[in-house]
């Protein structure tokens, strides 16, 4: 409609639905997602965790699946920037996501790579927790409250 390439298109679709889904005030009570949206932020946590696990997979494994031709750096910043906007969409998406991924680290692969596939899964990991430190420090902080709101 806006006359952009298909690529540009989707693109633009994903920043702008993830945006809507931050809220800068903190993790809302009455939902699983942000911004007080419940089951639509839950539907985004889940679609970008589809899009998450492999892009985590493939940033363990180092060079695998469709980012194979991609960067070491370029494929753990895109697997990142996808667990964090999984984290800030929904939370049971993103806990699936850690243990699926986590599996299937652990056991696809020869043994002889699996402290490396492991590093690499970790490193990911904390990657995606630094660009999600807006959301997880005002979660956590509300955390004592909700039980007696």
Known sequence: MLGLSPAASATAAFVAACLRCIDPFG???LSYGLAGKGLYAQLWGMNLAVLA??????????????LAGWAPWARTACAALL??????SS?????????CSL??????????GLTRR???F????LGAGVLSLGFLLPFFADLPTAARS
Do not use: D, Y
């Open 27 to 29: 993790h809302h009570l």
């Open 53 to 66: 696990l492999p892009a985590w997979i493939a940033a363990a494994h180092g060079r695998s699946g469709g």
């Open 83 to 88: 667990i964090s906007a999984t984290l800030r």
């Open 91 to 99: 939370l049971p998406a993103a806990w699936l996501l850690c243990l």
């Open 103 to 112: 599996a299937t680290v652990l056991f696809a692969g020869p043994r002889s």
């Open 118 to 120: 492991l590093l690499r």
């Open 122 to 125: 970790a490193g990911v990991g």
